[in-house]
């Protein structure tokens, strides 16, 4: 059964005790992946890549916002762009809160609700070969400066991915493998590391 890394679906209230925020000093969930994924911003061709695909899914929303016919206003415009800098996402991988899901999903790696600002490790988490990877994947959705949805991230990175008809947590899932392989493939991934 393949592990997933998402979860667009809400959780349930609540959060589990163990552990903390993982902002502080002193091993929160989480803190030894967030260290990883923080390692791989340093190499240039990795931030440059999180760089492009900021823009793009920026574009993507933006574009979808439009077709509605509204506008970008300026304010909008500036967050954007104030949170499409090296500093601005590192710091997002940095302070964002990764807590234990109460209900951890087993096969899910880890998960951001809709709207939220909070990374949950699922119940795959322990078994996730590419914990770094899972981390910089989940900030993409994280609210404030990001939350963009997996489908929104497959568009941006052109991957393709099959929409299932009435399910829109499997349709997420499609995307959210769809994208996460050119995560993988790109000089953030796990692989691309130097040893
Ligand atoms: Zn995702």
Redesign the pocket.
Known sequence: MGS???LEIPDSPGFSGGGGSGNGGGGGPGDKARQDALDRLKNKLCMDWILKTLAKAFEVRNNEIRATGYGISPEVKQAQADASTAKAFTNVVATTKIQNATNPRPDYYAS?SPASDIVKLEGAWKDDPDQGGTII??M??VEGPYGF??MD?AKALNAPYKVVPNDPQKT?DN??VA??KKLEDSPCGKDKQKK
């Open positions: 997933n890394c998402v951001v994947h989940e993409f959705h949805t997996d991230m997420t995307a959210s994208w996460h």
